[in-house]
Every structure is written in C-alpha cells, then in structure tokens.
C-alpha cells in the first residue's frame, strides 16, 4: 500500500477502536465500504487471523507480512499488549501522512526537471534534422537519446530502490546512502523518528528494556540503527544502563544519548522519547522540503550541461560538413 492509503487505512482504524468499536466489527464495517484492492486483501487477512484465534499483530504478520514494514508491526504489537491499539494507529497514521506529503513534495519539485530534460533531448535535433543532408532522420535521432536517456532514469531508480532495500539490514549500505547530500539527512532523521516511535510505545506497554530496543531498532528501517540496537540490547541484559548502552554503539547522536540519560535520571524516559520522536519527524520534513528544494536546481543544472553538450556536438557535426564540402571543391 502507498504512504497515502496507510493513512487512510489507520486513521479509519484509529476513529473505530477509539469509539470502543470491536475489532471484528471495525473490520467488517471497513469491508463493506468501496476500496482498494490491496487494502481489502490486508483487511481480509486480519479478520481471517482473528477467527484462526490469532491476535491483531500475528494475524498481519502470518496475513499480510508483504504489506507491512517493521514499524507498523511493532507499534501494532506494542498498542495490543499495552491496551492502547488507537494510539498505534494514531501514531501510524500520523506518520504516513508526514510521509506522503513528503514524498509529494518531491515528486512535484522533480517534474519540471524531468519535463526540461525530455526537452533538451528533443529540441536540438531539430536544426540538426534541418542543415543534415545524410544520417539518421529526425525520429531516429530522437528515439535513440530518448531511449539512452529513459534507460539511465530506470537504472538510476532502480539502484537506488535495491540500495534502500538492503541497507534495511546491512549497517554499511545504510551509512553510504545517509552521506548522500540532502537525502541522506532525510533518512537519518526519519529512522531516528521511527526508533523512538516505538520505543515510546514499548515503554507504554511495559516491555522489557532489551525487547522494545530489538523492537525500536527493526522498526527504524535503518540497517545501522538495527545493529546498534540489537548491541545496546545485548548490554542491558548484562545490566548496563540504556544510555550507555545506546552511546557504546557510536550510532546515536550525542545529544540524542544525553538527552536519554537526563530521562533516565529522572525518570521521564517516555516523554523524552516521544519529544524526540516529534521532533526528529519535523526534522526529516524540512530535510525533504531542503532536498525538495535543491534537487531540482542540480537537475537544471545537469539539463543546461547537456543542452551546452548537444548543441557543441550539433556545431560540431554540422562545420564538419561544411568543411567537407570544402574539402571536394
């Protein structure tokens, strides 16, 4: 499901629950209204869950594993055992929506860029097409730079969509792709929010210490903050404080690790987390409203380098001509 049906899907499911709407008949309920395939396949599968006697959690994760991240699934599992399900969904929703109007944001900022670069590939051809007395016509050469340059976008993408997909679990990937200008930022802010996220809400549903970081860490999508949650994990269990279990794995901003231990001291850890779940999602918008901003200036300029190159090789080709016709007089 897109960022944008999850919000939906959530916020629907947290009005329900919090109306004291029993699971079973909030889902029915959603069922009989008009909706998407997939979101019909996910409801489908939790109401099968619950009358196998699964809980809420189980039921997506044997049901509907392939349309869930780690957050979703962790948060859901915490708001069940703690008797707070609305306030999963709630967190849920809110963070999907944050997340689609960011990837809105994007999206539109890098439309005119695309437009201008398809642009750049059809325009200077046209002179070309009109002083060239031989070679490929206008519609080949057209087709050909069209064709390169809808093979590098697709390559380009789909790098891209693997790199983000394995630095879900390799620590190493995860770093490289965080150094990426702009992006990069965005991603580190977002898995710090997704982090504390569930950790507010294991915190709320009393899980062990050494549980909500393994949970916290899945759930952050970041292939770094996994290992060092799953190392701070292991040092709490042989009685290290959280603080400086977090600090020992070098993975955690300093003022985040300070903060944490003031919680700790005084005994404020899940207002803490939550503060910082806040704030680092604010973050992570204005680090996509900052790449938003600038991508599309490095895509002109990429455009204008391009345009300068095929109309340098169309002056090019063409006084070579010239020059030939010179040549046989």
Not at 204 to 219: D, K, N, T, V, Y
Request: with cysteine; glycine share 8%; proline share 3%.
């Amino acid at each position: 499901m897109k960022p944008a049906e999850k919000t939906l899907l959530y916020r629907e499911l947290a009005k329900l629950t919090q109306a004291d709407f029993h699971l079973d008949r909030s889902l029915t309920l959603l069922l009989s209204q008009k909706t998407s395939p997939v979101r019909r396949t996910f409801l489908e599968g939790v109401k099968r869950g619950l009358s196998e006697g699964m809980g809420l959690a189980e039921s997506i994760r044997v049901h509907n594993q392939e349309l869930v991240s780690g957050l979703e699934l962790a948060l859901i599992e915490a708001g069940e055992r703690s008797g707070r399900i609305a306030d999963a969904f709630h967190h849920l929703a809110r963070y999907y929506a944050s997340a689609d109007a960011a990837g809105r944001q994007m999206r539109g900022a890098m439309i005119y860029p695309l437009i201008l670069l398809h642009l750049a590939v059809i325009l200077p051809e046209i002179p070309s097409a009109i002083v060239a007395t031989e070679g490929p016509g206008f519609v080949a050469g057209v087709m050909f730079w069209l064709i390169t340059l809808w093979v590098v976008l697709a390559g380009v993408f789909f790098l891209w969509r693997w790199l983000t997909k394995k630095a879900l679990d390799s620590a190493k990937v995860d770093v490289w792709l965080n150094r990426v200008p702009w992006i990069g930022k965005a991603r580190r802010h977002w898995a710090l929010a997704r982090f504390c996220q569930v950790f507010h809400a294991g915190l709320l549903a009393a899980l062990s210490m050494s549980e909500i970081c393994r949970l916290a860490g899945a759930a952050s999508q970041s292939g770094s903050l996994k290992a060092a949650a799953e190392k701070a994990a292991t040092s709490i269990e042989e009685g290290e404080r959280l603080s400086l279990s977090l600090a020992e794995t070098g993975a955690f901003d300093p003022l985040f690790i300070n903060s944490i231990a003031t919680a700790e001291e005084v005994g404020r850890l899940d207002d803490e987390l939550a503060r910082w779940n806040t704030a680092e999602t604010l973050s992570a918008s204005e680090a996509m409203e900052r790449a938003a901003l600038w991508l599309p200036k490095i895509g002109y300029a990429l455009v204008a380098g391009f345009v300068v190159y095929r109309i340098i090789a169309m002056v090019q080709g063409y006084y070579g001509q010239v020059l030939h016709l010179m040549d046989g007089l």
